[in-house]
């Protein structure tokens, strides 16, 4: 089982910055690719920005040049940096990692527990 420790979440005020942190830990695990989604209440769950083991990124559009997906520490950790903060930025954002198990040909996936971010006006 691998296990996604994520922090950094809080309230800020519009425009302003956070930087959310992931950690990832476990049994072995090849990972493709990390990611960041978010899921506003009554809402569905969407990607805000992934990464790939050989570092490629991809952002939605809503937050593409306002936040900035990374990596490190051979793929054990991923960031989210968020400037320019709007309130509807306000989610719960939630940490996910794919991959590959030992032995195994398909692509698997893990989740954070989910860290608020409350953007005020």
């Known amino acids: 089982q691998v296990q996604l420790v994520e922090s950094g979440g809080g309230l800020v005020q519009a425009g302003g910055s956070l930087r959310l942190s992931c950690a990832v830990s476990g049994s072995s695990f090849s990972i493709n690719a990390m990611g960041w989604y978010r899921q506003a209440p009554g809402k569905k769950r969407e990607l805000v920005a992934d990464?790939?083991?050989?570092?490629?990124?991809n952002y939605a559009d809503s937050v593409k040049v306002r936040f900035t997906i990374s990596a490190g520490n051979g793929n054990a950790m991923v960031w989210l940096q968020m400037n320019s903060l709007k309130p509807e930025d306000t989610a719960v954002y939630y940490c996910?990692?794919?991959?590959?198990?030992?032995?195994?040909?398909?692509?698997?996936?893990?989740w954070g527990q989910g860290t608020q971010v409350a953007v005020s006006s």
């Open positions: 996910n990692v794919k991959g590959l198990r030992p032995g195994r040909p398909e692509l698997f996936e893990y």
């Open positions: 990464i790939t083991s050989g570092g490629m990124t």
